[in-house]
């Protein structure tokens, strides 16, 4: 019988190139320079208060937990990698520790996963000590729907093969009681949050909510982890000189952070002029956007979608081009685009995966593209 991920492969062949990216020790070691350098930022209270005093009330709610899977993503350019963004609960992680496996490398996936379950148990430890870590609820809205349901399988495998009980819901499985939170008449010690929903806004992450705020569940990543690293309004400051001396960042963290992030702008109606004339130069993101939603070229911009830009609260950030490599598809020598995603945890990269593509940006749809391994040159 086929495991969970055996199945995945065949059932959903477009996730998965068959190829691999080979990384120079260089690049790897750039980027984990500016992971560090835009954690140490993060940290500094004056960053902060700046970042946290634009985002929703349930930002600022006190939390121990640090927020798992942080995914810094990565252009490799001609002058090193630039940082194109940062997502909270950035998918594929586990997908990309099985795939190791798959590429022959079955130790090392092995070590990937050891990482992640203990990943997760230092964020119950942070929040609750050396209580034991009982139930895990998975939660997603629709997760059998969404395009990486299988990955909560596997987490919800690998959980159970750690003595973790889990269970994959929708919000709407949750029910408070009290200041507990329970799906299925079962208590639930921490959520693994996949939702898009960043501050719970939604009506049905209500009970969700008002247990977490009342400290009755350890939810991971948490509403602050977005504010934090996934605002794409971060971005502005972090490749802003003169805001980053406000801030007080040292020399030397300042000239990680202006070399490996493009500039990056708010987008006002009152620039719209300047901003057309140069919009070959610019990529423009909704701050809150993820899987590269409502995110466009602009040398692809038409004069429509630019009007509902000026009045969409967008950023506009430097183009840094992809870099190119050739694959083989089937027997064909293929050029793509790659993006490089970090998964990270409390500053220490785990594991590092490419994304494989053609066209503007990633999409699982490129016959040979999809994740692919990456190894260390």
């Known amino acids: 019988m086929k495991n969970t991920f055996e199945r995945l492969q065949a059932q959903q062949p477009q996730l998965f190139s068959a190829a691999d990216i080979v ?11 500016l992971v560090a350098a835009i954690e140490s930022v993060i940290a500094c209270p004056a960053f902060r208060h700046r970042a946290l005093a634009r985002a929703p009330e349930i930002a600022r709610h006190p939390v121990a937990a640090r927020g798992v899977f942080m995914g810094y993503d990565f252009h490799l350019t001609a002058d090193g990698p630039k940082l194109i963004e940062i997502n909270t609960n950035a998918g594929g992680g586990l997908l990309n520790a099985y795939l190791l496996a798959a590429h022959g490398r079955a130790e090392l996936g092995a070590q990937v996963k050891e990482r992640y379950v203990a990943m997760f148990r230092e964020e119950w430890r942070l929040a609750r000590g050396e209580a034991p870590l009982k139930r895990i609820a998975i939660v997603d809205e629709n997760p059998a729907e969404q395009f990486l349901a299988p990955e909560f399988e596997l987490f919800k495998d690998l959980f159970a093969a750690h003595g973790i009980a889990a269970e994959i819901a929708d919000p709407r499985d949750l029910q408070r009681r009290g200041n ?20 719970l806004d939604s009506t049905i992450s209500a009970d969700l909510r008002a247990v977490y705020e009342a400290d009755g569940v350890v939810l991971t990543p948490h509403p602050q982890a977005h504010a934090l ?6 971005l502005m400051v972090l490749s802003d000189p003169e805001a980053l001396v406000e801030c ?25 002029e300047q901003f057309w004339g140069e919009r070959k130069q610019w990529f423009f993101k909704p701050p809150g956007g993820f899987g590269s939603r409502a995110a466009y070229r602009g040398d692809k911009l038409t004069k ?5 830009i000026l009045q969409g609260g967008y950023i506009a950030q430097e183009i840094a081009p992809p870099s190119e490599h050739e694959v083989m598809v089937g027997e064909v020598p293929t050029r793509m685009k790659a993006d490089f995603r970090c998964y990270v945890y409390n500053r220490d990269i785990q594991l590092v995966a490419a994304r494989l593509y053609q066209g503007q940006t990633t999409n699982f749809r490129t016959p040979g593209g999809g994740f692919a391994p990456v190894f260390v040159a």
């Open 23 to 33: 990384l120079p020790l260089a690049s790897l070691e750039a980027m984990a320079e």
């Open 248 to 272: 007080g960042i040292d020399a030397a963290t300042r000239r990680v952070l202006l070399a490996g992030i493009p500039r990056t702008l708010a987008v006002h109606a009152e620039q719209a």
């Open 180 to 199: 507990c939170l329970y799906q299925h008449g079962e208590a639930v010690d921490l959520v693994y949050n996949r939702l898009t929903d960043f501050a």
């Open 304 to 308: 429509r979608v630019f009007e509902e």
């Open 229 to 234: 690293h996934a605002d794409k309004r971060n």
